[in-house]
């Protein structure tokens, strides 16, 4: 485990960037999984705004760890999201984009996903593998679209499966367990005071932290990088990074 302490969720995106700058750089061609939520949208401002000339877009193929069952022009969609904040403003092939169709039938299109990861992705041990996983990490701990009240799906045979949202009820499509361990990295982008509580009891492995979907990330044969702000890492010490 690396854990990656900064002052601010600003210099969290900007190091973030950077990292995965040079990770892209490093590879002929790179598949990954992004993130909705406040602070991946900080990082797709910072690529966008001082990366955009220095990755090769090319060579990045993206796809998403969850999607809200809603059309894609909807405020609520992740992909809409990083249309606005990041696939706007590079230049990336359309057929490098592998969006989550949340405008289908969520069943239909947890199977429809879970059949093309399996197609297009390589595989290690028989599982399709992402190069990178980029995962925020919610107040209650749940990660992608798995909760806490349905931390079951996470052990699911299935790469993908529909989630409920707890409050309300909104259904989503996500990537389960097996595939998120099977990635060559899984990143945590989280920053906020409020989330403090929950990151000292995954890291210190706390009895409370097993109720947490984000407690689960183990990567078979890969490893896990923290990028934290300095109030999301106030109650570890600066022994664990």
Known sequence: MEIKVYKTKQEVAQNFSKYLADFITDREETHIALSGGSTPKIVFDELAANFRADIDWSKVNLYWGDERCVPPDDDDSNYKMTVEHLLSKIEIPEFNIHRIRGE????????RYSDFLDEVLPKVNGIPIFDLVILGMGD????????PNEIELWDSENYCEVAVHPDSGQQRVTITGQIINNAEIISFLVTGENKAAKVSEIIYDKEIAENYPARLVAPVNGKIAWFLDEAAAAGITSSQF
């Open 140 to 147: 209650d701990g749940h990660i992608a679209s798995i909760f």
């Open 104 to 111: 289908n039938g969520p069943e239909y299109e947890a199977e």
